[in-house]
T-cell receptor
Framework: NAGVMQNPRHLVRRRGQEARLRCSPMKGHSHVYWYRQLPEEGLKFMVYLQKENIIDESGMPKERFSAEFPKEGPSILRIQQVVRGDSAAYFC?????????????????FGPGTRLTVL | KQEVTQIPAALSVPEGENLVLNCSFTDSAIYNLQWFRQDPGKGLTSLLLIQSSQREQTSGRLNASLDKSSGRSTLYIAASQPGDSATYLCAVVQGAQKLVFGQGTRLTINP
């Protein structure tokens, strides 16, 4: 049973280019979460998606960032016109079910992350 | 706004010692609390999950406690080993399952 897969593991982009980060959740998981870990900082929630739906994007920067989780294929986190401040580790997590109230807490399983470096 | 704080930021102990890592959170309306381990350059490994109705969880040499009313959790590691060296992260779940993380405690176990 493969875990959460992310690719690429390392991505280098020049300022102004686009970055596309991919996340394949664990088999049977239909909920995906993206987190960002800036250098010397903790992980911060970005967005929570289910298949074809964005549930919570309260942590996403207002511009240049977008996320999707199509019916088929991996979840994609897209960063347009990258700047040096976007350099970070981006982690994806998945769970079998999402929020179901206090009676349905689910462990989130994390991928190995994509380390984005913007030159 | 939920804030999670972990103390200490770094800890170095000799092998074999028992140790406690601390986590506090400002809003007690949580669904659950998780402890993770992160190795340098790697992803996160879930260690323990405590539901809001529980007081503690145990896995091997690890024991996590939760006092929701006071907004605190502790992770107890018994008989520490060099392989336990890593950053330990505490996170609480509120609302739509998003995790709010502390800054982590960087643990070094010296042989």
């Amino acid at each position: 049973n493969a875990g959460v897969m992310q690719n690429p593991r390392h991505l280098v982009r020049r300022r102004g280019q686009e970055a596309r980060l991919r996340c394949s959740p664990m088999k049977g998981h239909s909920h995906v979460y993206w987190y960002r870990q800036l250098p010397e900082e903790g992980l911060k929630f970005m967005v929570y998606l289910q298949k074809e739906n964005i549930i919570d994007e309260s942590g996403m920067p207002k511009e240049r960032f977008s996320a999707e989780f199509p019916k088929e294929g991996p979840s994609i986190l897209r960063i347009q016109q990258v700047v040096r401040g976007d350099s970070a580790a981006y982690f994806c997590a998945s769970s079998p079910q999402g929020a179901g109230g206090p009676s349905r807490p689910d462990t989130q399983y994390f991928g190995p992350g994509t380390r984005l470096t913007v030159l | 706004k939920q804030e999670v704080t972990q103390i200490p930021a770094a800890l170095s102990v000799p092998e074999g010692e028992n140790l406690v890592l601390n986590c506090s959170f400002t809003d007690s309306a949580i669904y659950n609390l998780q402890w993770f381990r992160q190795d340098p350059g790697k992803g996160l490994t879930s260690l323990l999950l405590i539901q809001s109705s529980q007081r503690e969880q145990t896995s091997g040499r690890l024991n996590a406690s939760l006092d929701k009313s006071s907004g605190r959790s502790t992770l107890y590691i018994a008989a520490s080993q060099p392989g336990d060296s890593a950053t330990y992260l505490c996170a609480v779940v509120q609302g739509a399952q998003k995790l709010v993380f502390g800054q982590g405690t960087r643990l070094t176990i010296n042989p």
